[in-house]
Every structure is written in structure tokens, then in C-alpha cells.
């Protein structure tokens, strides 16, 4: 299958340019790496060459054969002008490759089944998990506008006739699988599954770059599907007995509440659902990770290159002082310069690392663009605490440089006019204890685990860890964006980073013999016990279907209107309308919202499109508005802030197209515009 193909593809392309700049110490590293990077830069390949033949009927078809031309002649270059780097494998720590392939086995298994269990597709149905129906209603609704619609340039279904402001790119790469052979679905949950498995290899090889411990490398993945709130202790009080609490666990159906009254404490989004209903999340933090493993390995590799450097001069200068009487002077000279203007910590080929790290962390803000305000604050904070600021400058550099017009145009014509500094995220009346009570009660445990790895660890892992710890600071003190709330993806960010201090606390205390490793266990079952509590209410959840294949409406979509077209309607957030590739004038008002789109404006002339009674004044709001169809269902005529719906105009005066005799669609009507 071709999607199949391309993901391979995609896979070889990251591996040409990967292997130019990247070390890698395990073939798990290198492969994810290279899925995740090809995967990044092949969608933007492929996207940026849609737009460009935006004006033929399927631009798609000539985006996917400029991609193949594009990564044959990066593999001749790779084979003509190989790269001179080698692999680090006889470095790694202790441990069997075969543990290795043990645990991402078990993790294929695991991110198989959260993905299916929240999406899938059965009977020709979209099943959408129901606690979930919002983000896949616009995010489906996003793919199958790029796979069955025309929306190049990109313009979000919900709200047409704006350039999107929405990080959108992994939804077009799903769109493209779709377009490539896939079913909507397979397309989503595959690149999900790929993606969540890269993510936990590359917290594996973390793990092992900082601390040298393959043990510490596996907990820190495992422990990333579950949160450390200490929600679940007035939930077990509640309990009768163990019985009770037992079938209470197994068969909850919501989330632990935290207890705290605001906004978002009830949708366990520190927990693994929040990886399940936002995919774009998982490959965004993994690229990352795999920027974070080239700074560690780098400065690791550049401090010991230093050293050997300061070694080798000093060495060289006794040699000097011994051979003075018998050599010129000029030649003396010459000979102290060339050994201390070359040190390999300087090179040129070493900035272009550096530069390229920068380049993919540049061109996250449209695939996701939490993760790309993390990696400005991490490396900016990096480039004050750590050594070799040259070289983490030219990172930031280079990201700025790329990623800001993107970030730019994600927030321009943002009428919401918040301020950027926000005190206190979405704590009412927040203080300083309030915000500490909070961060302890969420994070419970971990602070525990926290302050033992900051014990044991050494000066660079503590200041690494405060540079990741930044995080934090930036939720509590910005406003990211038109809804504060969003500020929690920066606090999953962090705490999948400080998983890897969390496991190695547990390891150092396991080794303290018989005591250590019953300490441990207990440290880790109290950390990630309300993170199993939750997956529960994952796997209980009832799905929303969707009809799509072999029905009635679907069909009509697909096969008598245009993949542009646009429909005045319901403000729908799943729909055969939406999941047929179509776009809707105002849809789900919450994402458009949050986007910063003037909403009450279009809420405005919205209500006038259906109360409007004059025909021609009718027909000319609607083409000015670029509607093509006006669909009238019982959503439409029950809407409260539409009490003088014009419906019998439409029917007098336009021609209907399609109507829901069999009384399946909710009595939907649909008229053209003349």
C-alpha cells in the first residue's frame, strides 16, 4: 500500500539527514529519530507542494511525486558524500538488547489499544470515544477536509474564509496516509501508534544519556502513561471496603476529580488520555526529546573534547619548552598556534549540528506548537546554566528564526486581546501557597523522587533538570493563548521530562539491597496508582458513532457537491457534512474560540443568514459569505438565538436538494444557493 510505502520512505529520508548530524547509541534511537524527523520534513515537503499546485483538482497527486524525487537525490548525496560520523554503540550502558525489544514490544501493545479504544471505525462508522468527541470532531473534520475537500491554502472547517490558526500539519500528514491508500482512521491511529512508539524509545534513550542506566531509561517510559496526582486518596476514603473500591476502579466511567474547583480538574489531562484524544501531542514532545538526547550527548562529547583538547596543548607545550634550543622561533610559534585554534569543539561541521537541531525544533509551531514554546524556554534556559552557549545560541538561533514567522501567524488577527502575562493559570485568586498547595497535590509523590534524584545527581543533571523545570514557571506566569487552560500541555511536556529523574530516584534506591527495593516499589505505586485508576474510564467509555461508508447522506456529499464547498448549517462538531471533507460557515464555536477568530461577529451575521427576510438581500449575504448550501435540521429549528427562522423562505424561494424523508438525519433539509 502506498501509505505504507510512503511511511517507510519518509523513515529513509530522516535517516539521510539524521545520520549526518546525530549519534546514535542504539538502533531504537535511530529509528525513531529518523521516523520522527523524516516524518516532520516530508510533511512539510509535501504540504508546501500542495499549496503550490493549488489550483489543479487534486494537488495532493503532485505533492506525492515531488517527495520521491526530492528523497532520491538525498540519497545519492548521502552514498556520494557520506557521512563521517560514527555510531556509539559500544557505549551504552549494561543491559541486553533483548530487554529492550521486551519492553517496546509491550508499548506497541499498549499504544495499540489506547488508540483503538478511543477511535476507530466499524461498519462503515466513525466509533469516537465520547469523552473524546470534541477533539476528534475537529481534528477529523481537519483531515478529511485536506484528504476529501480542497483546502489548500488551509482554512479551518469550522470557521472558512480565514487562513487557519491552528497547528495543523500532523492532521495533513494523516490526510495524506487517507489520500494514499489508508481509511481515515487506520491513517490516524498508525501514524499515532508510530509516533507514541518513537516517543517512548527516545525517553528510553534519555534515560540512558543522562544517567547511564538502561533501568533508568525503561521506567521513565513506562512511567509516562500515568499521572502522580494524589486525587486518588479522598477517592479511595470514599470507598466501603476493598470490594468496593475494586469495583468502583473497574468500572469507572470518569476521571478522578482533583478536588479543586477549577476549570479542566475533572478531565484527567496530566493522565495518558490526554496523548489518546491529542495526537499531535505525542510526536511533537517526541522530537523534543530527540532534540534534548543531541544536547545531552553533545555537551557530554564537546566537555570531553575540551578536556582531551587542554590535555593535548598542555602536552604539547612541554614538548616546546624541550625542543627550544634546536627549532627557530617562527616555527615554535606556528606550531602553539595550530594547536590552539583547532580544536574540534570549534568546527564548523559541529555549528551545522547545531544549526540543524535548531531547524526541526524551527518548524514545530504548525505541527505543534506547545512544544516548540517549551524548547525555547528549555534551550534558552540551557544557553544561562549551561556550558558552551556558542554552540546552544546557534540552536535558538536557528529556531527563532524559523519557527516565529509561524508563531506570528498563528496568533495574527487574535482579537481576543489577552495579556501574555498571566498570574496563577486557571487558579482562582491564586497566591503563592495556593500555587505550591497545587503543584504538590498534582504532582504528588513525584516531588518526593524529584528531591531524591536532585541528591544524587550531579551538577549538570541538576541545572538540566532546573532548565526543564522552566516549564512550570511559564504556566503559572503566561498566557499562551486565547484559552489559559491550554497552558496544561506545557505541564504534560514537563512532567513526561521529569519522568527520567522520577525513575532515577526509584533506581538509586533499589539498590540499597532488600529495604531499597521494597521502598521503591512503594514510591512507585503511590506515584503512579492514580494514572491506573484513570486509564479505566478510558477503556468504559461509550463511542459516538458516525455514519461515513454506505450512507445515504455521505454519498450525496461526495458525489453532487464540490470538495470546496461551503454550508451554512447547525454549528455541527461531528457530521457527515464535516467528515465528508466539507467545511461548515460556523461550526463548534469553542475551537474557534480559542484560535482567537472574531466569533461574534460571525455568530452576527450568522443569525441574520437564517432570519434575513428579504430573498435578494438573502442571496447576496450568502454569496458575499462564499455559502454554497444551506442545510436547515432540527438543531437549527429548535436554536433559541434564532427565534424568527426564515425557514419558509428557503423552501419557497431555493431549491432543495436533498431531505431527510426517512427522518435518519435529523429532518436535515438542504438547499442550494442560486
Known amino acids: 500500500m502506498l501509505a505504507i510505502v510512503y511511511l517507510i520512505a519518509a523513515t529513509w529520508f ?3 539527514l539524521c545520520r549526518r548530524f546525530f549519534r546514535f547509541t542504539s538502533i531504537q534511537q535511530r529509528l525513531a529519530t529518523s521516523f520522527l524527523i523524516g516524518l516532520l520534513l516530508s510533511t512539510w515537503l509535501v504540504f508546501l507542494s500542495a499549496v503550490a499546485f493549488q489550483r489543479f483538482s487534486q494537488p495532493l497527486i503532485f505533492a506525492n511525486l515531488i517527495f520521491p524525487i526530492v528523497l532520491a537525490v538525498t540519497v545519492w548525496l548521502t552514498w556520494r558524500f557520506p557521512s563521517k560520523l560514527e555510531e556509539n554503540r559500544d557505549t551504552r550502558p549494561t543491559g541486553t538488547v533483548t530487554w529492550d525489544m521486551v519492553w517496546l514490544g509491550a508499548f506497541l501493545l499498549f499504544a495499540c489499544w489506547l488508540m483503538f479504544a478511543t477511535l476507530s471505525f466499524k461498519t462503515g462508522q466513525f466509533q469516537i470515544a465520547f469523552k473524546a468527541w470534541t477533539d476528534f470532531g475537529a481534528n477529523v473534520s481537519l483531515t478529511q477536509s485536506f484528504a476529501l475537500g480542497h483546502n489548500f491554502p488551509p482554512e479551518h472547517p469550522f470557521f472558512p474564509g480565514e487562513l487557519i490558526r491552528y497547528h495543523f500539519l500532523f492532521w495533513f500528514q494523516t490526510a495524506n496516509l487517507e489520500f494514499l491508500g489508508l481509511n481515515p482512521v ?11 512508539l518513537a516517543l517512548l524509545a527516545l525517553i528510553m534513550t534519555l534515560g540512558e544519556a543522562l544517567f547511564a542506566s538502561r533501568v533508568v531509561g525503561r521506567i521513565a517510559a513506562l512511567l509516562f502513561f500515568f499521572s502522580s496526582s494524589l486525587s486518588y486518596l479522598p477517592f479511595l476514603k470514599a470507598q466501603s471496603g476493598f470490594q468496593g473500591a475494586l469495583s468502583s476502579i473497574v468500572h469507572g466511567t470518569e476521571f478522578l476529580a482533583s478536588g479543586y474547583p477549577y476549570r479542566g480538574e475533572t478531565w484527567g489531562v496530566l493522565s495518558a488520555n490526554v496523548y489518546a484524544y491529542q495526537r499531535h501531542l505525542i510526536s511533537g514532545i517526541g522530537l523534543l526529546v530527540a532534540a534534548m538526547i543531541f544536547l545531552v550527548e553533545r555537551h557530554r562529547r564537546l566537555k570531553t573534547e575540551k578536556v582531551d583538547s587542554q590535555l593535548s596543548i598542555a602536552g604539547s607545550r612541554d614538548e616546546i619548552e624541550q625542543v627550544t634550543e634546536s627549532e627557530p622561533a617562527p616555527t615554535i610559534r606556528e ?3 595550530s594547536i590552539e585554534v583547532t580544536p574540534v569543539y570549534a568546527s564548523v561541521r559541529e555549528f551545522t549540528a547545531w544549526i540543524f537541531c535548531g531547524v526541526i525544533v524551527g518548524l514545530l509551531p504548525y505541527w505543534n506548537s506547545p512544544t516548540y514554546l517549551a524548547a525555547l524556554a528549555i534551550f534558552g534556559c540551557v544557553l544561562i546554566f549551561l556550558p558552551f552557549r556558542l554552540h546552544t545560541a546557534s540552536l535558538i538561533g536557528a529556531a527563532i528564526v524559523v519557527g516565529l514567522p509561524q508563531v506570528l501567524w498563528l496568533r495574527s ?16 485568586e491564586p497566591s503563592l501557597f495556593l500555587i505550591l498547595k497545587y503543584l504538590i497535590w498534582t504532582f504528588g509523590v513525584k516531588w518526593i523522587l524529584l528531591g531524591v534524584a536532585v541528591v544524587f545527581a550531579t551538577g549538570w543533571q541538576r541545572r538540566f533538570l532546573l532548565a526543564i523545570s522552566s516549564l512550570v514557571v511559564v504556566v503559572f506566569m503566561f498566557q499562551l493563548s486565547t484559552d489559559v487552560f491550554n497552558n496544561h500541555k506545557l505541564l504534560n511536556i514537563w512532567t513526561t521530562l521529569v519522568n527520567v529523574y522520577a525513575a532515577y530516584a526509584l533506581w538509586r534506591i533499589a539498590r540499597y539491597k532488600f529495604a531499597g527495593v521494597a521502598l521503591a516499589i512503594a514510591l512507585a505505586l503511590t506515584t503512579v496508582f492514580g494514572g491506573v485508576v484513570d486509564l479505566f474510564p478510558l477503556h468504559n467509555d461509550p463511542m459516538l458513532a458516525v455514519p461515513y461508508q454506505n450512507d445515504r447522506l455521505s454519498q450525496w456529499l461526495l458525489t453532487s457537491t464540490k470538495p470546496s464547498d461551503v454550508f451554512l448549517t447547525h454549528q455541527y462538531l461531528t457530521h457527515q457534512i464535516l467528515f465528508t471533507g466539507r467545511k461548515i460557515y460556523l461550526g463548534y464555536t469553542l475551537f474557534a ?3 482567537g477568530y472574531n466569533v461574534p461577529d460571525r455568530e452576527a451575521l450568522y443569525r441574520r443568514m437564517f432570519q434575513e427576510g428579504d430573498r435578494d438581500e438573502l442571496v447576496r449575504l450568502l454569496r458575499e459569505n462564499k455559502i454554497a448550501y444551506v442545510a436547515i435540521d432540527d438543531g437549527v429549528r429548535r436554536n433559541e438565538s434564532l427565534p424568527d427562522l426564515k425557514e419558509a423562505l428557503y423552501e419557497r424561494s431555493f431549491v432543495k436538494v436533498f431531505e431527510d424523508t426517512a427522518h435518519v438525519y435529523d429532518n436535515i433539509v438542504i438547499y442550494q444557493v442560486p
Open 14 to 16: 530522516g535517516d539521510c
Open 186 to 196: 487506520w491513517s490516524i491511529n498508525l501514524l499515532s501508534i508510530l509516533s507514541l
Open 335 to 337: 606550531r602553539a598556534t
Open 413 to 428: 488577527g487574535n482579537v481576543a486581546g489577552y495579556s501574555l502575562f498571566h498570574w496563577g493559570y486557571t487558579i482562582d
Open 593 to 595: 474560540w480559542t484560535a
